[in-house]
Nanobody
C-alpha cells in the first residue's frame, strides 16, 4: 500500500555533491519520521540522518556539516543534500519512513529499494 521510491544516486568525484530524493506514495494518512540509512560492502546498515514531521533532525557524526536532510510534507518527500563527498561515503543509501496508512490505527516502517552512491576519481 505504501511505497518509497528513491532517486539521485550515481558516481561522483571526491569533493563533489549529490542530492537524493525519496517520495512516499500510496494510501497514506500521515508520514512521521523520514530518513536515510546507508550500507557499505561488508558493513552493517547505519543511520545517516533523520527528520521528523516538525523538522527536528539527527545526523551521524560522520556526515555533520556536509550533509543536509530536508522534507516536503505536502509531497511526502525527503531529500538528502550531500556535499564534500569522500570515498568513505560510498554505499547503498536507503530511504526510511514511518508511515500511518489510511485505515490503519498505527504507523509502520517502510524502506526504499536503495540507491547506489559511489565516490571515486
Amino acid at each position: 500500500q505504501v511505497q518509497l521510491v528513491e532517486s539521485g544516486g550515481g558516481l561522483v568525484q571526491p569533493g563533489g555533491s549529490l542530492r537524493l530524493s525519496c517520495a512516499a506514495s500510496g494510501s497514506i494518512f500521515r508520514v512521521y519520521t523520514m530518513g536515510w540509512f546507508r550500507q557499505a560492502p561488508g558493513k552493517q546498515r547505519e543511520l545517516v540522518a533523520t527528520i521528523t514531521g516538525t523538522g527536528y533532525t539527527i545526523y551521524a557524526d560522520s556526515v555533520k556539516g556536509r550533509f543536509t536532510i530536508s522534507r516536503d510534507n505536502v509531497k511526502n518527500t525527503v531529500y538528502l543534500q550531500m556535499n564534500s563527498l569522500t570515498p568513505e561515503d560510498t554505499a547503498v543509501y536507503y530511504c526510511y519512513a514511518n508511515v500511518r496508512a489510511s485505515g490503519n490505527p498505527t504507523a509502520t516502517e517502510h524502506w526504499g529499494q536503495g540507491t547506489q552512491v559511489t565516490v571515486s576519481s
